[in-house]
């Protein structure tokens, strides 16, 4: 990943973003009109309150199975604090009842390699860039990833390592690809996977990505059908 690049050059900086009054249906009509999996919640005078991620909605959903809400034996051990705050935002109606107040975020100057590590660390898909304490954009891990396989200056050429290293994160982007039992290597611009193949559309699968890597001369699958004991 370029070492050089940060928030600000990675940000999308036009965010669709919800006032904490806005009632829970609508927020999840504005996901799925606008195709995108999280919204963050502004005060009135820009300041960031929370995020409200598809994560949240549906968790919120979820808690209306009765069969599957903590049993009273497990209620016995959590706090009534804890058991306060999923209540709120597995009932609440409007945007500041369910969303997650605990952010993560970072300053526009924050490096593409400190994100990555974020992500990786906190489990999650996307830290909110900030100023002063108002919001300035997103970075998702498809931001990161274009970041990896943008072309190097020009006469440049892609280097195997960087090659294979944007293969694998786009591998990891996708859960039927990234399985324990693949491995991708980088030879004069051609990727050859390794190992075992659960079946021939993940190995369609996986030729379609790493042909839309840049660098990509040729795509090898060197892999086996996995057996039945693994």
């Known amino acids: 990943m370029p070492s050089k690049l940060t928030a600000r050059d990675l940000m999308t900086p036009d965010v669709v973003t919800v006032p904490p009054e806005t009632p829970v249906v609508a927020m999840a009509k504005l996901m799925a009109d606008r195709g995108i999996s999280a919204v963050p919640v502004l005060a009135a005078d820009g300041a960031l309150l929370g995020l409200v991620t598809e994560a ?6 979820a808690d209306e199975d009765v069969a599957h809400r903590p049993s009273w034996f497990a209620a016995m051990f959590s706090s009534p604090g804890s058991q306060a705050d999923r209540y709120a935002r597995t009932h609440g109606a409007v945007a500041r009842d369910v969303m997650t107040a605990d952010v993560v975020a970072v300053g ?7 994100i990555a590590a974020l992500m990786e660390e906190k489990k ?10 108002k919001l ?8 990161l990833l274009r970041a990896l396989v943008t072309p190097m200056a020009e006469g440049e050429a892609m280097s195997d ?6 293969v694998l994160a786009a591998m990891k982007r996708e859960p039927w ?5 693949l491995l991708a290597d980088v030879q004069d611009g051609v990727v050859t996977f390794h190992g075992f193949m659960r079946d021939a559309g993940v190995a369609r699968g996986l030729r379609v990505l790493a042909e839309g890597v840049p660098g990509v001369k ?3 699958d060197e892999t086996q ?6």
Do not use: C
């Not at 300035?136 to 931001?143: K, L, N, Q, Y």
């Not at 390592?161 to 944007?166: E, G, L, Q, T």
């Open 218 to 220: 040729g795509v090898k």
């Open 161 to 166: 390592d960087r090659i294979r290293r944007a």
């Open 108 to 114: 526009l100057d924050e490096t593409a390699a400190h």
């Open 136 to 143: 300035r954009g997103i970075v998702s891990r498809a931001d």
């Open 225 to 230: 059908p996995l057996p039945a004991y693994m």
């Open 177 to 181: 690809a990234n399985s324990f039992y």
């Open 56 to 61: 949240d909605l549906i968790r919120r959903l």
């Open 124 to 133: 999650i898909r996307r830290v909110l860039v900030v100023e002063h304490g």
